[in-house]
């Protein structure tokens, strides 16, 4: 069975560090999907990036990146130059191909990641 | 527009009491599941509709069950109300693929579900 760990519970820096929150990941398959998601404090959950098994080249938004090892099963996520606007609960997920997607995502138990002005 | 619309956004309701959620997306996808978010932040899927068709069904409770009438709702219904169920419920769509990419998963606002 799939499984996904987020280790950091909470996480606070003051603004303008970078921070790293960290995901690993269990799965049987071989094609498989990961992804990130926000809650702000509002209570909504943002989608934020999507990755492929077959694809682990790094990827930049902005100030966010995100790192894929399939050697180590890790999808970590980082913010450079944090602000106190990413202040939220954010969470890995992982949905294998197997139906399609169809069974849904398999999320961590989130991290808080806290910014102090 | 929003693409995932849940409704009511709080839900207030007796223990024993009968209630349901309902979720619209507009995004043309053809799967929708229902999440549950505990009062610790723990996400975990409850079901999975396809072409009206139930995919999964988690160790969930017989009294919840959802209802699709068609590929651009699914509504969950919930029996018999317990305290353990107070919860925030999240529906979600996704557009099923398969051999191809998959798509990520819209999610609605949230229906903070607090049975007293």
């Known amino acids: 069975a799939q499984k996904v760990t987020q280790a950091q519970t909470e996480i606070s820096v003051v603004e303008k560090e970078d921070v790293t929150l960290d995901c690993v990941y269990e799965?049987?398959?071989?094609?498989?999907?990961l992804f990130w998601y926000k809650q702000p404090p509002s209570g909504e959950l943002v989608f934020l990036i999507r990755?492929?098994?077959?694809?682990?080249q790094n990827e930049i938004s902005g100030r966010y990146s995100w790192n894929f090892q399939k050697s180590t099963s890790s999808f970590n996520f980082t913010i450079t130059a944090s602000q106190v606007v990413d202040s939220a609960v954010y969470f890995c997920a992982l949905s294998e191909d197997r139906r399609g997607g169809a069974d849904g995502l398999t999320f961590g138990k989130g991290t808080h990641l806290i910014i102090q002005p | 527009d929003t693409a995932v619309s849940q409704t009511p956004k709080y839900l207030v309701t007796q223990m024993g009491n009968d209630k349901s959620i309902k979720c619209e997306q507009n995004l043309g996808h053809d799967t929708m599941y229902w999440y549950k978010q505990d009062s610790k932040k723990f996400l975990k899927i409850m079901f999975s509709y396809n072409n009206k068709e139930l995919i999964i069904n988690e160790t969930v409770p017989n009294r919840f069950s959802p209802k699709s009438p068609d590929k651009a709702h699914l509504n969950l219904h919930i029996n018999s109300l317990e305290l353990g169920d107070s919860a925030v419920y999240f529906c979600?769509?996704?557009?099923?693929?398969?051999?191809?990419?998959?798509?990520?998963?819209?999610f609605g606002q949230g229906t903070r579900l607090t049975v007293v």
């Open positions: 979600a769509s996704s557009q099923r693929r398969t051999g191809a990419l998959n798509t990520e998963a819209f």
């Open positions: 990755r492929n098994s077959f694809d682990e």
């Open positions: 799965t049987r398959d071989t094609t498989y999907y």
